[in-house]
């Protein structure tokens, strides 16, 4: 079992930047994948980016050039650097983790962009 932690949502201005972590504790395997995925009101839930442990990265082309994710493999945790953020930006973001067809959720942070 493993659970997710996130945290570092918040309400921000357009054009403002935001910083999430996610901490992930328990039987924790690797090589794995932790992913950001954000869900906005009466949308489906969709990947926004995701890193390997070598290191490799995947973005959502919504959010490339903005969005910056990174991960700590001794602290088991990752993040998502969030710059030039956008009123679409809103949503609830989950990080989560994946091993062999196991996948593993935070319970999810809420961004808001609003002025």
């Known amino acids: 079992q493993v659970q997710l932690v996130e945290s570092g949502g918040g309400l921000v201005q357009p054009g403002g930047s935001l910083r999430l972590s996610c901490a992930a504790s328990?039987?924790?395997?690797?090589?794995?994948?932790m992913g950001w995925f954000r869900q906005a009101p009466g949308k489906q839930r969709e990947l926004v980016a995701r890193?390997?442990?070598?290191?490799?990265?995947f973005y959502a082309d919504s959010v490339k050039g903005r969005f910056l994710i990174s991960r700590d493999n001794a602290k088991n945790a990752i993040y998502l650097q969030m710059e030039s953020l956008k009123p679409e930006d809103t949503a609830v973001y989950f990080c989560?983790?994946?091993?062999?067809?196991?996948?593993?959720w935070g319970q999810g942070t809420q961004v808001t962009v609003s002025s």
């Open positions: 328990g039987s924790i395997f690797s090589p794995n994948v």
């Open positions: 890193i390997t442990s070598g290191g490799s990265t």
């Open positions: 989560n983790l994946a091993f062999r067809g196991n996948t593993d």
